[in-house]
T-cell receptor, first 111, second 114 residues
Framework: GENVEQHPSTLSVQEGDSAVIKCTYS??????FPWYKQELGKRPQLIID?????GEKKDQRIAVTLNKTAKHFSLHITETQPEDSAVYFC??????????FGQGTILTVHP | SQTIHQWPATLVQPVGSPLSLECTVE??????LYWYRQAAGRGLQLLFY??????ISSEVPQNLSASRPQDRQFILSSKKLLLSDSGFYLC?????????????FGDGTRLSIL
């Protein structure tokens, strides 16, 4: 089955800096890669996703890149703000709508 | 628009007691439905998923079971809870098996076993 590795497990940045979270996946058939943000005690919420026919997608301060050959994808957050502090999960989907999630990255943005 | 409801929000149960958590989706038909568990400070573990009424796939053998008695209803159950069943349980849905559409999560149930 699919295996998703996510790094780093914790990330601490100063407000205004950029943050990058990286994920690798194992199943070359995976074709959909969402990213979720989970604030403390709340549900994960989708922040951006990318499909395998696209190499990069951007939404304001958030961007995701996908390298199918290397089987890795990354989340980029620019001009970070304290409200970006949360746990971020990457995921990959290969079949039947099942998502395989990474282990999560705790992002802390210091004012 | 589609909405997902999950209840209760919190639950405290003694060891050995039964469990029933319910999840319903509105505004769509024949969704894929999922149950996840999240231990404190940990990732999302897929427990069960369903692609249709009465169709349940188990991802991890354990003390829990799932049922889908109606198209938009997904139930997580246990006959006898263990201490290790504590956690944050999340229900999620996605439109169907073959479309690359995101999963959307309910607000979750925080389950504490005493």
């Amino acid at each position: 089955g699919e295996n998703v590795e996510q790094h780093p497990s914790t990330l601490s940045v100063q407000e205004g800096d950029s943050a990058v979270i990286k994920c690798t996946y194992s199943d070359s058939a995976s074709n959909y890669f969402p990213w979720y943000k989970q604030e403390l005690g709340k549900r994960p919420q989708l922040i951006i996703d990318i499909r395998s026919n696209v190499g990069e997608k951007k939404d304001q301060r958030i961007a995701v890149t996908l390298n199918k050959t290397a089987k890795h994808f990354s989340l980029h957050i620019t001009e970070t703000q304290p409200e970006d502090s949360a746990v971020y999960f990457c995921a990959a989907r290969a079949s039947y709508g099942k998502l395989t999630f990474g282990q999560g990255t705790i992002l802390t943005v210091h004012p | 628009s589609q909405t997902i409801h999950q209840w209760p929000a919190t639950l405290v149960q003694p060891v050995g007691s039964p469990l029933s958590l319910e999840c319903t989706v509105e505004g769509t038909s024949n969704p894929n439905l999922y149950w996840y568990r999240q231990a404190a400070g940990r990732g999302l573990q897929l427990l069960f998923y369903s692609v249709g009424i009465g169709q349940i796939s188990s991802e991890v053998p354990q003390n829990l079971s799932a049922s889908r008695p109606q198209d938009r209803q997904f139930i997580l159950s246990s006959k006898k809870l263990l201490l290790s069943d504590s956690g944050f349980y999340l229900c999620a849905w996605s439109p169907d098996s073959n479309s690359n559409q995101p999963q959307h999560f309910g607000d979750g149930t925080r389950l504490s076993i005493l």
